[in-house]
């Protein structure tokens, strides 16, 4: 075994995972994450209960929060509804785990702008502020590479690159209160200029990776798996090594996405030819 | 100034027009010469640089009906073309039954059928709104609005608020003329909201499984509560339900008035059946403006309509059953979230629980890039049942399935995968295919 940290068992541990409102965050297949992180500690024996939050009740007590993409209207209403509840807040300072995607990366920040590009209060979870872009709509494959002061796998290791497909307006802007996640190679990301991807501080991460995110990159699934599995009292002891899964399918659909984007685009002329090919 | 009546409906007036119409069979003519397929969008393409107006020009004259929304356009504009075809007093009938639904397609099925008399259009959600204001349709049926391709067209709300606009300004029926008459699906919060602007509403109940695009009010922001009974309601503003003409329950058409009316046809699975009954109510205005009887002369009735719909037995593959190696191959097509759902329903109510599943994934232009939408699928309802997973994105399609805990073989090739799973059937057994947009073109012109 290649993992440089000595892996631990978690069989019988207990964790809950709960997805965010996905009655109002549920738009772009994000709940997916959710799945991801149940089925890769269930896998490892641990006993997990994946909790699907509606958002007329009050967010129920998890160890991991999933918070996905959605439209402009609903992303106001869930940062309303969260900040109110005061439970997410709390629960990050026990010690919680939180994964935002796109419009749940937004709405964990300080500001956000809503339909018409008013900013409205986000849960300032993540020293982040997002405003509407100027230009079109960022859509399409990203790839970023995980930046020097990202957080490491249990093995010390730094994250492998991370695939995902993005879609958004806003422009992301890290304050000094957070880290950017990634660096990126391909697409747009945060699209301040600063060429960053998503944020995080503590146990905290924002990403505009769709996919899902978690299905795509199982290293960072593993990750947050690992935090959340390390409890409370090691806030700062990085997270748990966990037993490897054969996860060949997930490393077959990560290296064909990496390859489609690093292939040089055949170029659109090259492509009507081979239409126009009689069979 | 006297505006004199055109020969016959959609005949070019006009320099610029006829240059237009022109430009469509010149296209046509050199795009099918070239190989490209029928080459009817390119014509239609050409056609509308010439003249941006040809689309209204060509409707002129006839009968027009439009069906729109998210899923089932296309066999619900069959139905509703073969329901009024042919009935006595009823002229020709074009549609456009390729599939291609935007302003191009229309120009170019119009152009192509001079002297039709009633246009079936079948019209992409984002369109809607021209067509409304080009085409002067007669009635217009929109079917249901869930999320698709999310990477090209606008999100549901926004497409919402642009029917909104459009059906809007349709005129309100007066003493010259009946008005358009909007058929609309009751069940589906998004659709009721979009067509409460309209002068003339039929309402369908014709059920809708699919509410996850639905719960936020979209006229309140509150949220929309959905009890057994199927009356929807906002919880926080009056927004509710409206009162139906009409209801799709089981296998019968029911009408305010307390009739059944039977549902029969050859087409599986109960979305066809509410598109079914979607098409009763829109076809007897449609035939009441084209002069349509019935075999005894009397107006048009729903039953008339309903007793049509049978003979159509797929729709461009649709449903069609072809043999392969022994076995009978089904083809399903379903292109989101909502429609793989309807489609599992289809599975477990109609055909062999044991047939192995070929599904098979594209994601390209045509069905939105990104894959996201596999995890809205429940895949798990497929726990037990022989799977294989094809097509350009059967990666993706194998970590959902392993997600869902559902054994699997990855088969590179739509005919390979389908072999496999033939073999695996074993003879005198069934195969179903449910494939995306380009994934089961993709294999029918492999068969």
């Given at each position: 075994?290649?993992?440089?940290?000595?892996?631990?068992?978690?069989?019988?541990?207990?964790l809950?995972?709960?997805?965010?409102?996905?009655d109002?965050?549920?738009?772009?297949?994000?709940?997916?994450?959710?799945?991801?992180?149940?089925?890769?500690?269930?896998?490892?024996?641990?006993?997990?209960?994946?909790v699907?939050?509606?958002?007329?009740?009050?967010l129920?007590e998890?160890?991991?929060?999933t918070?996905?993409?959605?439209?402009?209207?609903?992303?106001?209403?869930?940062?309303?509804?969260?900040?109110?509840?005061?439970?997410?807040?709390?629960?990050v300072?026990e010690?919680?785990?939180?994964?935002?995607?796109?419009?749940?990366?937004?709405?964990?920040?300080?500001?956000?702008?809503?339909?018409?590009?008013?900013?409205?209060?986000?849960?300032?979870?993540?020293?982040?502020?997002?405003?509407?872009?100027?230009?079109?709509?960022?859509?399409?494959?990203?790839?970023?590479?995980?930046?020097?002061?990202?957080?490491?796998?249990a093995?010390?290791?730094?994250?492998?690159?991370?695939?995902?497909?993005?879609?958004?307006?806003?422009?992301?802007?890290?304050?000094?209160?957070?880290?950017?996640?990634?660096?990126?190679?391909?697409?747009?990301?945060?699209?301040?200029?600063d060429?960053?991807?998503?944020?995080?501080?503590?146990?905290?991460?924002?990403?505009?990776?769709?996919?899902?995110?978690l299905?795509?990159?199982?290293?960072?699934?593993?990750?947050?798996?690992?935090?959340?599995?390390?409890?409370?009292?090691a806030?700062?002891?990085?997270?748990?090594?966990?037993?490897?899964?054969?996860?060949?399918?997930?490393?077959?659909?990560?290296?064909?996405?990496?390859?489609?984007?690093d292939?040089?685009?055949?170029?659109?002329?090259?492509?009507?030819?081979?239409?126009?090919?009689?069979? | 100034?006297?505006?004199?009546?055109?020969?016959r409906?959609?005949a070019?007036?006009?320099?610029?027009?006829?240059?237009?119409?022109?430009?469509?069979?010149?296209?046509n003519?050199l795009?099918?010469?070239?190989?490209?397929?029928?080459?009817t969008?390119?014509?239609?393409?050409?056609?509308?640089?010439?003249?941006?107006?040809?689309?209204?020009?060509?409707?002129?004259?006839?009968?027009?009906?439009l069906?729109?929304?998210?899923?089932?356009?296309t066999?619900t504009?069959?139905?509703?073309?073969?329901?009024?075809a042919?009935?006595?007093?009823?002229g020709?009938?074009?549609?456009?039954d390729?599939?291609?639904?935007?302003?191009?397609?229309?120009?170019?099925?119009?152009?192509?059928?001079?002297?039709?008399?009633?246009?079936?259009?079948?019209?992409?959600?984002?369109?809607?709104?021209?067509?409304?204001?080009?085409?002067h349709?007669?009635v217009?049926?929109?079917?249901?609005?869930?999320?698709?391709?999310?990477d090209?067209i606008?999100?549901?709300?926004?497409?919402?608020?642009?029917?909104?606009?459009?059906?809007?300004?349709?005129?309100?029926?007066?003493?010259?003329?009946?008005?358009?008459v909007?058929?609309?699906?009751?069940?589906?919060?998004?659709?009721?909201?979009?067509?409460?602007?309209?002068?003339?509403?039929?309402w369908?109940?014709?059920?809708?499984?699919?509410?996850?695009?639905?719960v936020?009010?979209?006229?309140?922001?509150?949220?929309?509560?959905?009890?057994?009974?199927?009356?929807?309601?906002?919880?926080?503003?009056?927004?509710?339900?409206?009162?139906?003409?009409?209801?799709?329950?089981?296998?019968?058409?029911?009408?305010?008035?307390?009739?059944?009316?039977?549902?029969?046809?050859?087409?599986?699975?109960?979305?066809?059946?509410?598109?079914?009954?979607?098409?009763?109510?829109?076809?007897?205005?449609?035939?009441?403006?084209?002069?349509?009887?019935d075999?005894?002369?009397?107006?048009p009735?729903?039953?008339?309509?309903?007793?049509?719909?049978?003979?159509?037995?797929?729709?461009?593959?649709?449903?069609?059953?072809?043999?392969?190696?022994?076995a009978?191959v089904?083809?399903l097509?379903a292109?989101?979230?909502?429609?793989?759902?309807?489609v599992?329903d289809?599975?477990?109510?109609?055909?062999?629980?044991?047939?192995?599943?070929?599904?098979s994934?594209?994601?390209?232009?045509?069905?939105?890039?990104?894959?996201?939408?596999?995890?809205?699928?429940?895949?798990?309802?497929?726990?037990?049942?022989?799977?294989?997973?094809?097509?350009?994105?059967?990666?993706?399609?194998?970590?959902?399935?392993?997600?869902?805990?559902?054994?699997?073989?990855?088969?590179?090739?739509?005919?390979?995968?389908l072999?496999?799973?033939?073999?695996?059937?074993?003879?005198?057994?069934?195969?179903?295919?449910?494939?995306?947009?380009?994934?089961?073109?993709?294999?029918?012109?492999?068969?």
């Amino acid at each position: 075994m290649s993992a440089g940290a000595d892996v631990r068992s978690v069989a019988g541990r207990r964790l809950v995972v709960c997805v965010v409102f996905p009655d109002l965050l549920g738009t772009y297949g994000d709940g997916g994450n959710g799945l991801v992180l149940a089925r890769r500690a269930a896998w490892r024996g641990v006993e997990v209960e994946l909790v699907q939050a509606p958002s007329d009740r009050p967010l129920p007590e998890a160890d991991l929060y999933t918070v996905g993409g959605g439209e402009d209207g609903p992303q106001v209403r869930a940062a309303s509804a969260l900040a109110e509840g005061g439970v997410l807040e709390r629960r990050v300072a026990e010690g919680a785990v939180v994964l935002g995607v796109c419009a749940g990366f937004q709405l964990i920040g300080r500001s956000f702008p809503d339909a018409a590009g008013r900013p409205q209060a986000g849960v300032g979870l993540l020293d982040v502020t997002t405003r509407k872009g100027d230009g079109p709509r960022a859509v399409g494959e990203l790839v970023a590479a995980p930046s020097a002061d990202a957080p490491r796998t249990a093995s010390g290791l730094p994250l492998p690159r991370l695939t995902g497909f993005e879609n958004h307006g806003g422009v992301s802007v890290i304050g000094p209160g957070a880290v950017p996640l990634a660096r990126v190679e391909r697409g747009v990301g945060n699209g301040g200029g600063d060429g960053t991807e998503g944020a995080w501080s503590g146990r905290v991460l924002g990403t505009y990776l769709h996919g899902p995110v978690l299905a795509r990159n199982t290293a960072l699934a593993d990750l947050l798996l690992g935090w959340a599995l390390a409890g409370p009292d090691a806030v700062d002891g990085g997270p748990v090594a966990l037993e490897p899964l054969d996860d060949f399918e997930e490393l077959a659909l990560r290296a064909e996405r990496l390859e489609a984007v690093d292939a040089p685009e055949v170029p659109g002329w090259r492509r009507a030819l081979a239409r126009l090919r009689p069979g | 100034m006297t505006v004199r009546p055109t020969a016959r409906p959609g005949a070019p007036s006009g320099l610029r027009t006829t240059t237009a119409v022109g430009a469509v069979s010149a296209v046509n003519r050199l795009s099918r010469a070239l190989g490209r397929g029928s080459g009817t969008v390119a014509g239609g393409r050409a056609g509308l640089a010439v003249d941006p107006g040809l689309l209204g020009v060509l409707a002129t004259g006839r009968r027009v009906a439009l069906v729109s929304g998210t899923n089932g356009k296309t066999t619900t504009t069959r139905l509703l073309a073969t329901a009024v075809a042919g009935v006595d007093g009823v002229g020709p009938v074009v549609s456009n039954d390729t599939g291609a639904n935007m302003p191009a397609g229309h120009v170019a099925a119009l152009a192509g059928a001079p002297d039709a008399t009633v246009a079936v259009l079948e019209v992409d959600e984002g369109y809607l709104g021209r067509l409304v204001g080009d085409a002067h349709p007669d009635v217009i049926v929109l079917l249901n609005l869930s999320r698709d391709q999310l990477d090209r067209i606008a999100e549901v709300r926004m497409l919402v608020d642009r029917w909104r606009t459009a059906l809007g300004g349709l005129a309100a029926p007066g003493p010259a003329a009946a008005g358009t008459v909007v058929v609309a699906n009751a069940d589906d919060p998004m659709v009721a909201f979009a067509a409460g602007t309209a002068p003339r509403v039929r309402w369908v109940g014709a059920g809708q499984v699919w509410h996850d695009d639905a719960v936020g009010c979209p006229a309140c922001g509150g949220r929309i509560r959905f009890p057994d009974d199927g009356r929807w309601a906002c919880d926080r503003c009056d927004f509710a339900r409206p009162a139906l003409d009409a209801e799709v329950v089981g296998d019968e058409l029911v009408l305010s008035d307390g009739t059944r009316h039977p549902i029969r046809l050859a087409l599986p699975g109960q979305f066809n059946r509410a598109n079914a009954g979607m098409v009763a109510v829109a076809a007897v205005p449609l035939l009441e403006a084209a002069g349509g009887r019935d075999g005894n002369g009397g107006a048009p009735t729903v039953d008339l309509v309903l007793g049509r719909l049978a003979s159509v037995t797929e729709v461009a593959g649709r449903f069609a059953t072809v043999p392969r190696g022994g076995a009978d191959v089904r083809l399903l097509l379903a292109k989101n979230p909502a429609g793989w759902t309807a489609v599992f329903d289809l599975l477990e109510e109609s055909g062999d629980v044991a047939a192995p599943v070929v599904l098979s994934v594209n994601a390209r232009t045509a069905d939105g890039l990104d894959t996201s939408w596999l995890w809205d699928v429940p895949f798990e309802r497929l726990v037990g049942r022989s799977i294989v997973a094809t097509g350009d994105r059967r990666l993706d399609l194998a970590v959902r399935l392993r997600y869902a805990e559902v054994a699997h073989d990855v088969v590179d090739g739509p005919l390979a995968a389908l072999d496999h799973a033939v073999r695996v059937a074993g003879d005198g057994r069934s195969v179903e295919f449910l494939g995306n947009y380009t994934a089961f073109a993709d294999l029918r012109r492999a068969l």
